[in-house]
């Protein structure tokens, strides 16, 4: 059968969709990209976002823009979230408009927060997994360091929690606690810096568990050098909308709290009826195909390899998208699939300005560990280079640009509207 | 009295309070800025904002970075909405925090829409005077596009209708028609250019009606040559969710209403018991002091000279802001006052890519007329060398070079999440 008959249709427009629908264009099928955002976000700097420091524009490419970048009819765009999936009539049923037939599908949804049942967590914090999540986080940050400003009051304090040592959560308190070393004096004259406080709160005995124990020493050395209060073995045991409560009894204050302790498959895959593991993840064989049927896929954070799980990041998802495309033309063409193997190239992770660590995968299993401005530098470069889009990569770099040159003074130089904090639901101030 | 004693608190962190308080910290006196918002945004951008052409960060400035700049201790930032003047004690009450107390007092609290009393026009239209305000006109925008797009509905339209042709309508419409006739073809394939309208209504017989007779005839040619339906002498009767009204019984069917028709001063200035004329604006003296008192200014859009009404645009709103503070220094200096008198530059609109009106203003009241690309090259100059901070204008020009260079490809290159149209109150997607 000819390739360009084949109609596949990918549901999600992230690292692993892009990848796929790249991947089978250039081999000739038609693609409909379907996501219920027009837009992909470059989710590694959200944290960015979340912390006044980039545009959303920066990070935001649309899909549109995309399918457009394609030759014309390749890639079709269509917005609206997957309601369903019909395996029988092999159809997708969407929000807007009529369900969407396919020949092969590739589902990767992406992730949400994972609150692992605990209790109010899922109610009173913020995670910063999208674009309008990390808007929220943003503003919440910004509006409670005006209100500090206003009140007058020396013993009014600002708190934020960020729960969770990994990547996400090591690079949102990184930013927040230079905001309260150095950004303060000089833009919030009037706040005392010990009434902005940001707490990094770790299940575990060490923040960057994943990474080499020189690396995970000097991250911790770093936090609490630039002014985050690490605290490490502390379990969470309940969320309240102005207290975290601990399991050995003790708790804290909070006005924001960031859930950073984990992701699960897009809440939406539930709705789907397909098998699903550890959080919520869909299950798929080694060649990237749903437990149980032959032409659906999974592929990015959202699928599971049962027997070889791997970390739910940008580089794996980007593997994961392409090989799913190169098995679909297989198929087509009448070749055997072949097994997926990730090919680690290592991972990064950025505590602040001129601080970051690095682990680089060697040949053989070995890795090299590299810390401080050069593995800074090393991780503005190649997040720089993996933006979608000419204009992303130029005004991310000038963001990020002037406010390396102009810090302190440029720490609030991105903000948004005042949230009133005492509301919950994100209310706007008036105009 | 030394300058250093006097402290003058400034309401609005617009174009006339920000060269007002710059003039007064040079002079030397203490300034305090007060601002519902932590930014200042150059409103004759927003257009581009509300069109998906600028990201709001791009001309958005942080009035702390402002306060920052300055030397220490010169300006103050509070975060706040005036909500009442007491002049015998001389403070403002604000809405966060205790009363500030002044020694002079600038008001520069902008503008609002002005519905001139038109039922449904406040309830059922948007307006893009605030950055919270085009972002949703943006949202709205787009979200109708793709519902258009999901629809396949070959009877279903989308309408924007524009009121008001001054140059705010004339460059909203001028940016929805281009997007119309280029960018649906190369981004929504799937929409027929028909389906979208873009409408432009105006009481009067010409757009730009302040303009010289050429440039309104150039200006009304290259409208409809760029595919909006201008509708003249045409009167709004009334508003609805989804039908504008007009005088002669006639009605349009629409999605989204902009009104562009006029600006009257913020709503907030009825609260404040001061004396007002036309359209909400503050009444002051030809000194700029608000009629009956002494040291209380008012400047910028919001303030009326009564026997020598200005346009309410950014250069009168600068030179106004600078008047004030030369009264106020004037004043402390123990000298006598000075009458405001406006230098009029010139006025500019654009119509899209490569097309504007320019009128230059020239020695002894006569005036030179520029349109098309050179007008166009000067608009973009001027613009972008008003901007606050370098680092918005070089996003700014980065946005638009590759809007410029890659159009119309990069139609819906900023683009923001998604409103459900059905819903009153910009009801965002889920995540």
Redesign the interface.
């Known amino acids: 059968m000819p390739l360009r008959d084949q109609h596949v249709v990918i549901v999600g427009g992230g690292f692993a969709g892009l990848s796929a629908a790249t991947a089978l264009a250039k081999a000739g099928l038609r693609v409909t990209l379907v996501d ?4 992909s976000v470059f989710q590694p700097l959200l944290y960015q976002v979340a912390t006044g420091g980039l ?4 990070i ?1 490419y ?1 899909l ?2 995309f ?3 394609h030759r ?1 009819g390749a890639i ?1 765009f ?4 997957v309601t369903g999936i019909d395996t029988e009539a092999r159809a997708v049923r ?1 929000s ?3 369900p969407i037939t396919y020949d092969h599908l590739v589902l990767a949804p992406g992730v ?1 927060p994972n609150h692992f049942g605990i209790p109010g967590a899922a109610q009173h914090s913020r995670s910063i ?5 990390a808007l929220d986080v943003r503003d919440r940050i ?1 509006s409670g360091l ?2 500090l ?4 009051d020396p013993d009014r304090r600002f708190t934020v929690a960020v729960v969770g040592g990994g990547a996400t959560g090591v690079e949102m308190a990184g930013t927040l606690a230079e905001l309260k070393s150095e950004g303060l004096p ?5 706040i005392a810096t010990d009434n902005f406080r940001v707490v990094l709160v770790e299940m575990g005995d060490a923040v960057l568990a994943p990474f080499e124990p020189e690396l995970r020493d000097y991250t911790l050395a770093q936090l609490r050098r630039r002014g985050v209060d690490v605290r490490l073995g502390t379990t969470i045991d309940r969320v309240e909308q102005d207290r975290l409560h601990f399991a050995d009894g003790g708790s804290l204050e909070v006005d924001v709290v960031i859930w950073a302790a984990g992701v699960g498959a897009h809440p939406v895959v539930a709705d789907w009826g397909l098998p699903q593991g550890r959080g919520g993840r869909i299950l798929v064989d080694r060649r990237l195909r749903v437990q149980g049927l032959s032409d659906v896929y999974a592929v990015g954070d959202a699928a599971l390899v049962v027997d070889d799980p791997l970390p739910q990041l940008a580089q794996p998802a980007i593997q994961m998208g392409r090989h799913a495309a190169d098995q679909i033309v297989a198929a087509v063409k009448g070749r055997s699939g072949t097994d997926f193997g990730y090919v680690d190239k290592g991972t990064m992770a950025t505590i602040g300005r001129n601080a970051a660590v690095v682990e680089l995968a060697l040949p053989g299993g070995r890795s090299a560990s590299v810390t401080g401005v050069i593995a800074w530098l090393l991780w503005v470069v190649v997040h720089l280079r993996s933006l979608l ?3 992303n990569r ?2 991310a770099m ?2 990020m640009g ?1 406010r390396y040159l102009t810090w302190p ?2 720490a ?7 949230v009133d904090p005492g509301t919950p639901g994100a209310v ?4």
Chains 1, 2 share one sequence.
């Open positions: 219920r955002h027009p837009y545009n959303p524009g920066d935001t649309g549109r823009r399918a457009a970048n014309l079709t269509r917005r609206g979230s969407v807007h408009g009529a949400g997994y999208t674009r309008g999540a910004f005006e209100a400003s206003a009140q007058h000089a833009v919030y004259p009037e889009g000419g204009r130029l005004t000038i963001n002037v003074k440029s609030n130089g991105i903000i948004g509207d005042i706007h101030d008036d105009d």
